[in-house]
């Protein structure tokens, strides 16, 4: 196994040496540079580290910046997750948000001055990095309060690593042109610009549900079958349907959940409007399907945080669904604002659950039996009880037969996206 050790602090080398001592091939840089030309070196000639010990206080690395670099260089050279060194950072003035910082970095491990050679080789056994078996010890996510987490996807946010994907664009150029009434001609060809919308809308043009005599061949015929607004609010799914996703195996079905609640709370959110023939200022439909992103980043930044090489769950899951009620208004309200979205239709996420003392706005109320209607239809995201959904409902006015009536309305649109997305 191979190691390397960035350092200048002889206090920390006897530590090192009694920790690190089966480690035969051992490489020592005393600063950024030299470091960060090993790494890349060593990674062009297919030698690896298993193992990369930081000590951030060395001059010129007083950020979490290198961690970054460490794993930049990694990807650049296409290394395997299960492959990237596990990377532990020193440090003699352990601040939270530094902690913080170093873990949404990307580091495995952060340790305290002065080093205690008996807790690195804790952490090595750990990490799988020693022939010695030893009981596992809690690893560094247990330790992450939700506050943490949510600190660092709000970090995450405003350094702009949660970038909006191209094709969201799409769809937010789409509701722009539509509320500008320009020619349908002009929204076909924005469809066009991508092969995945365009192939979703031909196929869901000739379900059962639309199809005609003919089956349609074009971008241009799809959209005209389907109608100009209904095809706005399925390219919003389309675009959306891809950024719901984990890599966490335990957080696949939770992420899925997600998805098919909020694809029937924006759906939901249309009809009920329709229904009542109210108007509203904000898009219903993108409002319903955005309304919980901030639950998906915080998943995926759990996700993220419980690295390969970490045994068992670090975070359980009743855990993360307090952390996920507690904050994902406040980190969708982020990122909605970071999008582009407007002011107004930001703080709708961030505070659209409703309180009972006031007399919420009406998107707001729209919003909530929304989510009430979804559940009932048996999309709930896993947080919701279908016969409290109900009661919630029927004391809204929604008496069975109403509730009924749109919970067929609402499953079969479901079902016709369904077959769109293949």
């Known amino acids: 196994m191979r190691v390397l050790v960035i350092e200048n602090d002889p206090q920390n080398q006897s530590a090192l040496e009694a920790a690190l001592k089966n480690f035969k091939d051992r490489e020592k840089a005393s600063d950024r540079s030299s470091a960060l030309d090993l790494i890349q070196h060593s990674l062009a000639d297919n030698r690896w580290f298993d193992l990369v010990v930081v000590d951030i206080d060395t001059p010129g690395m007083q950020d979490d910046s290198i961690i970054a670099d460490i794993r930049q260089i990694e990807d650049n050279h296409h290394v395997p997750e299960e492959k990237k060194a596990c990377l532990i950072v020193i440090s003699a003035s352990p601040r939270r948000q530094l902690l913080t910082d170093c873990m949404f970095r990307g580091c495995d491990e952060f340790m305290d001055k002065p080093l205690d050679s008996i807790r690195m080789l804790e952490n090595l056994n750990r990490f799988n990095l020693t022939d010695t078996v030893q009981p596992a010890e809690s690893s560094l996510l247990k330790r992450v309060t939700g506050k943490t987490l949510f600190d660092g996807v709000i970090k995450k946010i405003e350094r702009g690593d949660l970038e909006l994907p191209p094709s969201p664009k799409i769809a937010m150029r789409t509701r722009q042109l539509v509320d500008l009434n320009a020619d349908i001609e002009d929204v076909i060809d924005l469809f066009r610009h991508d092969l995945s919308i365009s192939t979703k809308l031909i196929r869901l043009s000739n379900s059962v549900a639309y199809g005609g005599f003919e089956k349609n061949t074009s971008t241009s015929q799809a959209v005209r079958r389907i109608g100009i607004d209904r095809s706005v609010d399925v390219v919003m799914s389309i675009c959306c349907r891809g950024y719901f996703v984990t890599n966490h195996p335990d957080y696949k079905q939770l992420v899925e959940n997600l998805w098919w609640h909020s694809l029937a ?37 759990a996700g993220d945080l419980q690295r390969p090489k970490k045994w068992g769950m670090d975070i359980e899951m009743d855990a993360l669904r307090s952390i996920l009620s507690e904050y994902h208004g406040q980190v969708g309200m982020r990122i909605l604002k970071k999008w582009g979205y407007s002011k107004a239709f930001a703080a709708l996420i961030q505070h659209h659950r409703v309180s009972g003392e006031t007399e919420p706005p009406a998107a707001m109320q729209m919003l909530y039996e929304a989510n009430q209607l979804a559940t009932v239809a048996g999309f709930s995201d896993g947080m919701g009880n279908i016969e409290h959904a109900a009661e919630q409902l029927e004391q809204l006015g929604y008496i069975p037969a109403l509730q009924d009536d749109l919970k067929k309305q609402l499953s079969t649109q479901i079902e016709q996206l369904r077959y769109a997305f293949g």
């Open 265 to 301: 709370c924006a759906h939901a959110m249309t009809n009920i409007i329709d229904h009542k023939q109210l108007n509203i200022d904000e898009d219903p439909f993108a409002l319903g399907l955005l309304h919980d992103i901030g639950k998906l980043v915080l998943i995926q930044a």
